[in-house]
């Protein structure tokens, strides 16, 4: 049996300071298997694979390889014993085509000069083999993300690795696109490669793997056969307790109109058109709305215009009957609007700020945290501890824990606290649980439900499709800057709100206006 | 869990501070190097270098030679090499404050050379053009300090408005600034006959503002005949009020975010554009205030053909803010510690026959050594975290596995 391993970790202990990362973990991959490794933001996982890659060394447990006993230094020697990663932002030059990215680093020479002929007889044949749809040719900033994906697995195809590691895959992915890419997945280990596939998303474990490890705050808990187990099984090994998937809500009953968005057009930074175009739509009290579509067609911009963090060049934005199309970031905060941001590191947090910092980063001018201009620690403190208590932010150090030190979920848990407790008629909330744990996202949505259900208006921008799909009261679909469909969660399907998302279907916009 | 915290804190002061002074070390131990290579190139005897290392160490509290004992070189407290090392450390406290409070907006303030050029026109203009016999003294004093600051401070603006509505690097517009400075300076004082000094005939040379009886008080402070003043203590307040202002008040708290993350800043509403102009004004006006402290202590001349050169005290502010991990207070010492190097190069070349060049020499590799100060703290870390794995410092480390997962 145990020849049968391809990967062995045994045992790994891997300590920082103050919190034990990995402790006594084994994980074991067996020759063909896709094998998924479970766990929550902070549980271990990506500890136990900088092992594997050799950006850490354990303090103990072995790490063997084919059976044989390894010492695995750095990367490079990750590399020579065929481990390959496709990490969750592609590593990918942008201005490249796809097969010099395929090459890169491994480039085929002769006395220095590229030999590019062997190098593309290789990839299109590996992309034959695998069903890898890839144009070699094509610059990787002209090709989709499931492309660009497609190209990092050929990357480690290429380099003949024979362990694949995929890092949440599929966050950036369409339905479709997913699918395609389980189906690769499944080619893969049929042809004997053993794929480590690290996701939170219970329901891909449940389609492709054959195995499951499940860690849980630096702990091994177990192995599973997924033939023999289910997804609450799953989810109650990774949380420690029972989790609620289906979003436990009330049907909406929205009143009257927060916010009101006529005509807004933005003009794109990058090329000529317009990121957004026209988009006219209402959220009113006590209804969630969702702006649903692929990443990159114009959500971001959007809320920008919305937010004040950029200018719109045509059209009007009302909240609570107020104009604010003029208005400054701070004068639309003062209106009732709050904003979790989508990227909570450059946006939503100064990373090198103490925790009570970053709590009142719009209020630190209120009459309750300053006088005269200086800044009462005090009462700031005060409000730290309450928002980490009502919230339950967990920090190392409390209100002074310096930010940047903090996991991904509670640093997300801190903007939330702040965003809701400002208390605003109007909570926009941009991707509030990218990157997180089912834990973790089943606290979010309860938040975020418990603000509709206080009769405020929330405007939801995701790609998430179970988010859209379960948090939601409304969606609206955009593509290509527009709103091209609004779709009742409860009579449509997740299918054809990836149709909408696609581009394929529309029942909205010009298309459909003029039909 | 508050103890963990200071302790946390705590370490990190004593990390920068012990870093800093590894930069110190390892500057002086080079300069010695220097010292014993230039006198072997030289075939000059070893133990002349050996001498100039002491003069070196020994700075201020070198008390010459005793010509009866066979020239050995004295020490001991020189209270007139003191007192000169108070008066050079002051303009040296201000501009490393300009570039240090800049710094923590995010902006590198290498224009501190031309506020300074321009703090020193309108000091002296203003100290020598009021009639002290109209006007008392110690007002024209005042108004001569503060159009100091309202002209260093308008030079300090141009590059912060150029940085925030035009998106223009400060550093390049700061540079044509210095260069416009100098040669300004130049014209006006060229332009202007009655502040020129033509005794004996001299060119280029203002005349002392104490020739109007304009001069800092002295408050006791020019023992043994030096030349510190009040200016040494105004330059304390103003690094205190600067440690207040970024640390404990709204404003520096903006200004902290906007250089922290200018991003997040403008998310929550803050004025960034706003902050840029005002931290880059507020960093000129205090270069500015430097040069009117030196100049207006009122027996120093200004040599005004400033068009071919820059006022070295305006880039020393850079090293003073960098070695003080541009920290307001951290300012006051090593402005203190620069000037001190700057006396051990005039009592190098007084006493021996190398030169005052080897001073700077070392101050530039400690300057040089000083931007390596993060490096100097990791290496601590990375050493503390081998010999205990609980070690306080690698909880950075480990915070930011955590936010990778």
Not at chain 1, 114 to 134: C, D, I, M, N, P
Not at chain 1, 238 to 266: C, H, I, N, Y
Not at chain 1, 455 to 461: R, W, Y
Request: hydrophobic share 45%.
């Amino acid at each position: 049996m145990a020849d049968n391993y391809v990967v062995e970790m045994l045992n790994i202990t891997k300590v920082f300071p103050g919190i034990v990362a990995n402790d006594n973990i084994t994980l074991q991959l067996k020759r063909g298997e896709i094998h998924a490794l479970l766990g929550e933001n902070g549980a271990g996982k990506s500890t136990l694979m900088s092992v594997l890659f050799g950006l850490y060394q354990p303090e103990q447990g072995e790490i063997r390889i084919d059976g044989k006993r390894v010492e695995i230094r750095d990367p490079n020697d990750a590399n020579t014993l065929h481990i390959g990663m496709v990490h969750q932002h592609f590593k990918l030059v942008e201005c490249f085509t796809v097969l010099d990215n395929i090459i890169l680093g491994v480039e085929p020479n002769k006395l220095g000069f590229l030999q590019k002929k062997e190098a593309r007889k290789k990839v299109v044949a590996l992309s034959e083999k695998y069903g890898l749809l890839v144009d070699p040719d094509a610059l990787v900033e002209d090709i989709t993300v499931g492309m660009q994906q497609r190209t990092e697995i050929l990357k480690m195809l290429y380099r003949d690795n024979e362990i694949l590691i995929f890092d949440e895959p599929t966050a950036v992915l369409t339905p479709q696109e997913i699918h395609e890419l389980m189906q690769i997945m499944k080619s893969l280990a049929a042809e004997g490669k053993s794929i480590l596939f690290i996701t939170h998303k219970l329901n891909e474990i449940m389609e492709v793997c054959d195995r499951c490890s499940v860690l849980r705050k630096g702990k091994y808990i177990g192995t599973v056969d997924i033939a023999g187990t289910s997804k609450e099984e799953l989810s109650r090994m990774m949380v420690g307790r029972d989790v609620k998937f289906a979003v436990d809500k009330a049907p909406a009953q929205p009143k009257e109109t927060v916010l009101k968005v006529s005509g807004l057009t933005v003009p794109s930074k990058l090329h000529h058109n317009n990121a957004v175009k026209d988009v006219s739509f209402e959220v009113r009290r006590g209804e969630i709305v969702c702006i649903a579509g692929i990443d990159g067609n114009g959500q971001t911009e959007f809320v920008y215009a919305l937010s004040g963090l950029e200018k719109a060049s045509a059209g009007k934005i009302e909240l609570c009957g107020r104009d604010i199309s003029r208005s400054t970031i701070r004068q639309r905060a003062e209106a009732g609007m709050s904003h979790i941001p989508e990227d909570r590191h450059k946006h939503g947090l100064v990373l090198d700020f103490p925790l009570e910092d970053n709590l009142v980063l719009q209020r630190y001018m209120d009459p309750r945290f300053q006088k005269g201009g200086f800044i009462q620690r005090e009462p700031i403190r005060a409000y730290a501890e309450d928002l980490i208590g009502r919230f339950d932010i967990r920090s190392g150090q409390g209100p002074v824990t310096p930010v940047r030190s903090m996991s991904g979920g509670n640093q997300q848990k801190a903007i939330i606290a702040r965003e809701i407790d400002l208390n605003a008629d109007l909570l926009i909330a941009v991707q509030p649980t990218r990157g997180l744990d089912v834990g973790a996202i089943e606290y979010i949505h309860s938040q975020i439900v418990g603000q509709r259900d206080l009769g405020k208006a929330v405007l939801l921008v995701s790609l998430e499709l179970d988010e859209v799909m379960n948090l939601s009261d409304r969606i609206l679909v955009m593509y290509e800057g527009e709103i091209v469909g609004e779709l009742d969660p409860k009579t449509t399907t997740v299918e054809e709100l990836g149709l909408y998302m696609a581009g394929a279907k529309r029942n909205k916009g010009k298309e459909a206006s003029a039909s | 869990m508050k103890k963990d915290t200071a302790r946390t804190l705590w370490n990190d002061g004593t990390k920068t501070v012990v870093a800093s002074l590894l930069s110190i070390l390892m500057g002086v131990i080079f300069g010695g190097v220097l010292l014993f290579v230039v006198a072997l190139c030289l075939k000059m005897p070893l133990s002349s270098a050996w001498e100039g290392f002491r003069i070196v160490l020994g700075g201020v509290f070198n008390t010459g030679r005793n010509y009866d004992a066979g020239s050995a070189l004295t020490f001991g407290i020189n209270a007139r090499l003191i007192g000169d090392m108070l008066f050079r450390a002051t303009p040296l406290i201000m501009t490393g404050l300009s570039v240090a409070l800049a710094y923590k907006t995010g902006l590198f303030n290498i224009g501190a050379p031309g506020q300074y050029l321009m703090g020193t026109a309108m000091s002296i203009i203003v100290a020598l053009a009021i009639d002290t016999s109209v006007v008392p003294a110690f007002l024209v004093w005042i108004l001569a300090f503060l159009a100091a600051i309202a002209a260093g401070a308008l030079w300090g603006c141009i590059p912060g408005l150029f940085k925030a509505y035009l998106n223009v690097n400060e550093v390049i517009t700061s540079i044509m600034t210095n260069w416009i400075a100098a040669n300004l300076v130049t014209l006006l004082f060229d332009g202007s006959r009655f502040i020129n000094n033509v005794d004996f005939g001299k060119t280029g040379y203002t005349l002392k503002t104490a020739t109007n009886g304009v001069a800092t008080a002295k408050l006791g402070l020019d023992f043994g005949g030096g030349n510190a003043n009040a200016g040494f203590l105004i330059a304390i307040v103003f690094a205190a009020a600067a440690y207040i202002v970024i640390n404990k008040t709204t404003f520096g708290y903006e200004l902290r975010a906007c250089g922290s993350n200018k991003n997040a800043a403008r998310y929550a509403g803050m004025n960034e554009k706003r902050n840029i102009v005002l931290s880059m004004a507020i960093a000129g006006g205090l270069s500015a205030a430097g040069a009117a402290l030196y100049f207006l202590q009122g027996d120093v001349e200004f040599y005004w053909h400033t068009s071919m050169a820059l006022p070295a005290t305006g880039f020393n502010g850079i090293p003073v803010a960098l070695l003080a991990s541009c920290s307001p207070i951290g300012c006051i010492f090593s402005g203190m510690f620069m000037a001190y190097l700057t006396i051990s190069g005039s009592q190098l070349s007084t006493f021996t026959a190398y030169n005052e060049y080897i001073a700077n020499i070392i101050i530039a590799v400690i300057v040089y050594l000083s931007a390596f100060t993060l490096f100097f703290k990791g290496l601590m870390s990375a050493k503390k975290k081998t010999i205990t794995v609980k070690s306080e410092d690698a909880k950075s480390k480990a915070g930011e596995e955590m936010k990778r997962k």
